[in-house]
């Protein structure tokens, strides 16, 4: 079997080739992976150089990570036409990324035999069995239930690599016991997972709620939007541009979205958007403590949660109350980062969504 991995970022494309044994799937393996941060070209253009660059055969299938897939779609699905439709009806949930998206599923369309199978994984599924009570907003239960109005939560391939990786780390722990997962890159997230259950995550109705990002400005009073559209004259568009492309760190900090570049400058603005992002992040680092009962574990990933030390020193030390100690050596190189003595097992992982998304496209083949 020969599987692709299309993971389409806000920001980035990262294509994965993976294969196995036709006999045997968990022999899945991965012989490439490449990533782009800014597409030379369009969608098919790119396919078709990476294609010939790599020397990639035609594939049996091809999985697409997928942010949302509605109210209707969480479990991998096979994208035939009505699948598709429901993916573009979905974009109103996450317009930086389903409309993405659907363009790479549409340049595979058209570079591939029509009989090569396309597959969904959606960011929303490992949330899709959170507690009522995380996911129901307090809205007027009818508005919201006819809507479908609530808490769908991302990033959930990223937190589940996370999860799979801490519980190997921990066998002691009863499916990884109480743990925290960070993923800090363009886009950032919380989730709190009690053995294996998810039980809370940061990202809501849509991308935009929970911490603050590169360019996502994360919580904000609902109020204040009221009075933005009431007072300054915002429509739907010019809102979404704001919270979506202008906000975060390179809203606060008025010079750049990278949490890197930003701690390579001495701008006051600069550090006070790194300030806001490491405490909104301890913030919800501690709130899950409430709803797991105490943290054994504090996982970081993605770009920044895994390659900026400066960042998981300053959100960790925010939470020295709880008894957790880092050890800065060990930050610096990743791996374990927490001190032998800390109560809590701090770590960095490497995630691996792609793997994920090869492994969900072998159950169709």
Same mark, same amino acid.
């Given at each position: 079997m020969n599987i692709w991995t299309l993971n389409a970022g806000s920001s980035s494309?990262?294509?994965?080739?993976?294969?196995?044994?036709?006999?045997?799937?968990a022999s899945l393996r991965c012989v490439l992976r490449a990533r782009i941060e800014k597409l030379p070209a369009g969608e098919l253009a790119t396919l078709e150089t990476l294609l010939v660059k790599h020397g990639a055969q035609l594939p049996d299938a091809i999985a697409h990570r997928v942010v949302h897939g509605g109210h209707r779609l969480s479990e991998p699905t096979v994208i035939d036409e009505a699948a598709r439709a429901a993916l573009a009806a979905a974009a109103s949930f996450a317009p930086l990324h389903n409309p993405v998206a659907l363009r790479w599923i549409d340049a595979c369309r058209a570079a591939c035999a029509t009989? /090569?199978?396309?597959?969904? /994984?959606?960011?929303?599924?490992?949330?899709?069995t959170l507690p009522e009570a995380a996911w129901r907003y307090a809205l007027p239960r009818k508005l919201a239930d006819m809507h479908h109005l609530r808490r769908y939560g991302f990033h959930g391939?990223?937190?589940?690599?996370?999860?799979?990786?801490?519980v190997a780390l921990r066998p002691d722990l009863d499916h990884g016991g109480r743990l925290v997962t960070l993923q800090l890159g363009g886009g950032c997230?919380?989730?709190? /997972?009690?053995?294996?259950?998810?039980?809370?995550t940061s990202m809501g109705?849509?991308?935009l709620e929970g911490l603050v990002m590169a360019t996502r400005a994360g919580d904000?009073?609902?109020?204040?939007?009221v009075h933005l559209q009431r007072e300054l004259g915002y429509d739907?568009?010019?809102?979404?541009?704001?919270?979506?492309?202008?906000?975060?760190?390179?809203g606060v900090s008025g010079l750049s979205s990278s949490a890197g570049e930003l701690l390579r400058t001495d701008d006051p603005h600069a550090a006070l958007a790194l300030d806001i992002y490491c405490r909104r992040a301890a913030k919800y680092v501690a709130s899950y403590a409430a709803v797991l009962g105490g943290i054994d574990g504090i996982c970081f990933g993605g770009g920044v949660g895994e390659n900026v030390p400066e960042v998981r020193a300053a959100i960790l030390a925010r939470l020295a109350f709880m008894g957790v100690q880092i050890d800065m050596a060990r930050n610096?190189?990743?791996?374990?980062?927490?001190?032998?003595?800390?109560?809590?097992?701090?770590?960095?992982?490497?995630?691996?969504?792609?793997?994920?998304?090869?492994?969900?496209?072998?159950?169709?083949?």
């Open positions: 494309i990262k294509l994965g080739i993976f294969v196995a044994d036709r006999s045997s799937p009989s /090569v199978r396309q597959v969904a /994984v959606f960011d929303t599924a490992f949330f899709a391939i990223a937190h589940l690599s996370m999860w799979k990786q801490f997230s919380a989730a709190a /997972v009690l053995n294996g259950a998810p039980q809370d109705f849509s991308p904000v009073d609902a109020g204040l939007l739907p568009a010019a809102l979404e541009s704001l919270l979506s492309r202008e906000s975060g760190l390179q610096q190189a990743g791996g374990r980062i927490s001190a032998d003595d800390s109560s809590v097992d701090c770590r960095v992982l490497a995630v691996d969504e792609e793997s994920e998304l090869a492994a969900a496209a072998t159950r169709f083949l």
